[in-house]
């Protein structure tokens, strides 16, 4: 049998409601998350590691980091063939992708939440666990850089985002949809993910990295006020194509002049970013400006690979030669 090494960070799928607070914070451990897991010794052997009770919101980038260390630990040892991480849906895209960016491709790592608590009719939770172990233990989940799991389905982190905010299917892979699914103990692999993965080589990050989302009639301020207070990075989820108003575009200029980068993706859910229009402020006067634009992350995506690029190299023409 293999054995998976489950670690649990917190999330939804630890959480009871509270007598006191009449809401759900994080509360069971592993071992009693688990012991809900029925049948589950008969698919794996495992080993569970308690690495905190955070609630989504309350994993920052350090921790991940912490995360990913421990994770790298685990996949090292010989006995472990693939780990299996609970964590809150809230940010849950982040940090698998933070891990698949960071972590070679190799043993199967597996993310998975859940939207109910423990507390509520229908908790999802064991359902879930027991998909994501289904999952690290299939023999074709290996190199597939890290998944994410939950409703039955297999996403890549790269791909997949939260949608809905209740919905047990909230995990998309807005393009294309899933990569699998798993049908009951089973796995079946539709296609590949969709992009090559990049593997940054790192243990640093750079957490003073921002996210602005351009809206009408937007201008600097935000921007400026970035700059002068020594952000070192800054995303902006743009319009459509990848335009922003013309409004923005002297604080962007000024932020490219003091060497912080200004990365484009788009707020649109889908599709890819291009500098197609050249007007004031449109992709190709972004791209002139020294813009990096970045066709297909999402904002928060984005934000963690800057982030740990940021922990490699610091002048914008190397950084541009991640996001390529
Ligand atoms: N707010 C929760 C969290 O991210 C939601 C969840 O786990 O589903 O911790």
Request: charge should be neutral.
């Amino acid at each position: 049998m293999k054995k998976i090494a489950i670690i649990f960070t917190g999330g939804t799928i630890s959480m009871t409601v509270d007598e006191r607070l009449k809401a759900a914070i994080p509360a069971m451990d592993g071992t009693k998350i688990m012991s809900m897991v029925t049948n589950i010794d008969q698919i794996a052997t495992l080993e569970t590691v308690d690495f905190g009770k955070y609630p989504g919101p309350h994993m920052n980038p350090q921790r991940m980091m912490k995360l990913k260390a421990l994770v790298k630990e685990k996949l090292a040892q010989p006995s472990i063939d693939g780990v299996v991480i609970t964590h809150g849906t809230d940010n849950l895209e982040e940090t698998a992708f933070l891990l698949d960016l960071t972590l070679p491709a190799g043993k199967p790592v597996v993310v998975v939440g859940a939207m109910r608590n423990g507390s509520e009719l229908g908790y999802d939770g064991p359902s879930n666990l027991s998909a994501a172990i289904c999952t690290a233990i299939h023999p074709e989940s290996y190199g597939r850089g890290v998944l994410v799991v939950l409703n039955d389905e297999v996403n890549s982190a790269r791909e997949v985002t939260k949608t809905h905010t209740m919905a047990l299917d909230t995990f998309k892979s807005l393009d294309f949809g899933p990569i699998g699914i798993v049908d009951q103990q089973d796995v079946i692999f539709y296609r590949k993910g969709l992009y090559p993965s990049l593997f940054l080589e790192t243990d640093g990050i750079e957490p003073d990295v921002h996210l602005l989302k351009a809206v009408s009639g937007m201008d600097s301020r935000l921007i400026d006020y970035l700059v002068t207070t020594g952000a070192k990075g800054i995303v902006i989820e743009a319009m459509g194509r990848g335009n922003v108003p013309p409004g923005m575009m002297p604080g962007i200029k000024k932020a490219i002049k003091n060497n912080i980068p200004i990365v484009i993706v788009s707020r649109c859910p889908k599709g890819r970013v291009l500098g197609t229009y050249g007007y004031e402020g449109g992709g190709a006067d972004l791209e002139k400006a020294g813009a990096i634009l970045v066709n297909t992350l999402n904002g928060q995506k984005a934000r963690i690979q800057l982030m740990l690029v940021l922990a490699l190299v610091s002048e914008i023409q190397q950084i541009k030669t991640y996001f390529m």
